[in-house]
């Protein structure tokens, strides 16, 4: 990829993008031999059928071929695809959507409700920190919805084991206009003139630290507004530069594309892409999303989650489904990890030596263990308090 700015400049600076390098890169047509496990492609976004690759995803070395195809799409090729059928079984979507309904309504009963960031006020509803509310109002549920073994594999595809979850739920109701054209966390919710102030190779190496996606609600006809996708976009090295330019956003409008999702697609995408929410058009059809924001063990996530509350919920829900088989060893790791903290730093190295290597015993390790040794409830509340508190400076 070219640089898109003189060979002299370490930084990049809006007025100093060339649309033309842009839209070559845009231009480009999926090769179809780059995505060989994809059911298909449509407007060059490649579509994987997750009712027949489940299984691949139970064996490491077939797993892993896989894994690696959508890590080198997110980065070098389209930077999105749909996971088509992630949820098998939408009963849980529907439990969810119920609960998440009623925060709703709760949230706009007590503070008139949350507000986006790029979409006009009072044309959708949003619950912020989704991830813990739906674990603290209904952890059953929540671990039953966070056991996803295709969720999982696409997060870890991406940031690599130890990932950090976070969610957000997006309720688009009828005639909600349609988002800004952008990119996102971490540079892309800086203003331009902070973002100009990060080197070129920071620029490169801030979208390896995030990973977007959406599980669909609810059917998500055109008319409904899913996200509005422009691959390849994330190809452009000074996208985030450039992405508040009236032409770019309006090449983007001009060529942006839309796929239909079903109730328990997802999609997910390199959050360099350009993209926004489109305008539900519908007459009846209220757009739920749950945008998962998912981020590496190596970075900072965008909100605040009580990981150690949420631990202690939902581990007797865990356990019960660990002692009586009812989640896969791999579908239960997948709920572990969408809740509990998985990087062992920062510490404090006096009180939290290395365990047995050179870190410290994580809080996703120590669930487990608490599972395989058939830890009593108490004795896992009493092991996270020591755990906080070693950590404490």
């Not at 929540?142 to 999982?152: G, K």
């Not at 349609?178 to 801030?206: C, I, K, N, W």
């Not at 979208?207 to 976009?233: I, N, W, Y």
């Not at 015993?361 to 509340?381: G, H, I, N, P």
Request: charged share 20%.
């Amino acid at each position: 990829m070219k640089d898109h700015q003189p060979q002299t400049s370490g930084y990049f600076e809006p007025e100093a993008c060339e649309i033309a390098d842009f839209e070559a890169l845009i231009g480009q047509t999926l090769d179809p031999a780059t995505v060989p496990q994809a059911s298909e492609i449509v407007a060059n976004i490649p579509l994987y059928d997750m009712g027949h690759l489940a299984a691949k995803l139970g064996d490491p070395a077939a797993g892993q071929t896989l894994m690696a195809e959508w890590a080198q799409g997110l980065l070098s090729g389209a930077g999105v695809l749909v996971l088509k059928g992630a949820y098998a079984e939408t009963d849980v979507l529907d439990q969810a959507t119920q609960v998440y309904e009623q925060i709703i309504a709760e949230e706009k009963a007590g503070s008139g409700g949350g507000a986006d960031h790029f979409a006009a006020a009072g044309s959708n509803d949003r619950i912020w920190n989704a991830l813990q509310k739906l674990c603290e109002a209904a952890p059953e549920l929540f671990l039953r919805y966070f056991a996803n073994e295709a969720i999982a594999a696409v997060c870890e595809a991406w940031l690599g084991p130890n990932y950090q979850m976070t969610a957000q739920i997006n309720l688009v109701h009828p005639g909600g206009a349609a988002q800004q054209a952008h990119r996102d966390y971490h540079l892309g919710f800086q203003s331009a003139e902070v973002s100009t102030a990060y080197p070129a190779h920071v620029h490169d190496l801030s979208p390896a630290l995030t990973l977007q996606g959406a599980v669909a609600h609810c059917d998500m006809p055109v008319e409904s507004g899913p996200t509005k996708l422009l691959p390849f976009s994330q190809q452009y090295r000074a996208g985030y530069a450039a992405w508040r330019r009236d032409d770019f956003r309006a090449l983007f409008e001009a060529r942006c594309v839309q796929v239909p999702l079903a109730k328990g697609d997802a999609v997910f995408f390199n959050p360099a892409l350009f993209h926004a929410a489109g305008a539900n058009t519908s007459a009846d059809i209220h757009r739920m999303a749950n945008l998962l924001q998912v981020s590496s063990a190596f970075g900072r996530a965008m909100e605040s989650v009580d990981r150690d509350g949420m631990c202690r919920t939902l581990f007797p829900h865990a356990k019960r489904a660990h002692d009586t088989s009812d989640l896969s060893p791999a579908a239960l790791k997948a709920a572990i990890a969408a809740t509990a903290e998985g990087y062992s730093f920062p510490t404090n190295l006096d009180r939290d030596p290395p365990a047995g290597g050179l870190a410290p015993e994580t809080q996703q390790a120590f669930f487990l263990r608490a599972l395989k040794e058939d830890m009593e409830v108490s004795a896992f509340a009493a092991g996270l308090a020591r755990m906080a508190e070693n950590r404490t400076a």
